[in-house]
Nanobody
Framework: QVQLVESGGGLVQPGGSLRLSCVAS????????MAWYRRAPGNERDLVAR???????NYGDSVKGRFTVSRDNAKNTLYLQMNSLKPEDTANYFC???????????????WGQGTQVTVSS
């Protein structure tokens, strides 16, 4: 009952920037963590950035210093500002959240459909 919709992916030159957005909607009674993951062809899906409702943030080692994650709790929206992009950043980027849809239930994981980021000259 929770949907995640990513946007902002596309083609960018090395050294360029992109800003991804993820909007959570549906029957949402609470959201804890929200995160970005990515999966490149032939690779496992790995963590890009994760943020908690109380503002704690952690990043994957490969993006530290280049990517910035932010969160608008009022809008249930997660952002990812990606700077100094490298070809190795090329991947499908997925939004993830742990959300409470049933107020009498428990927090469950939800995934977006992914948005493609391609870094190429």
């Amino acid at each position: 009952q929770v949907q995640l919709v990513e946007s902002g992916g596309g083609l960018v030159q090395p050294g360029g920037s992109l800003r991804l957005s993820c909007v959570a909607s549906g029957r949402i009674h609470g959201i804890n963590a929200m995160a970005w993951y990515r999966r490149a062809p032939g690779n496992e899906r790995d963590l890009v950035a994760r943020t908690t409702v109380d503002g704690r943030i952690n990043y994957g080692d490969s993006v530290k210093g280049r990517f910035t994650v932010s969160r608008d709790n009022a809008k249930n929206t997660l952002y990812l500002q990606m700077n100094s992009l490298k070809p190795e950043d090329t991947a499908n980027y997925f939004c993830y959240t742990e959300a409470l849809s049933d107020p009498g239930g428990r927090f469950l994981p939800y995934w977006g459909q992914g948005t493609q980021v391609t870094v190429s000259s």
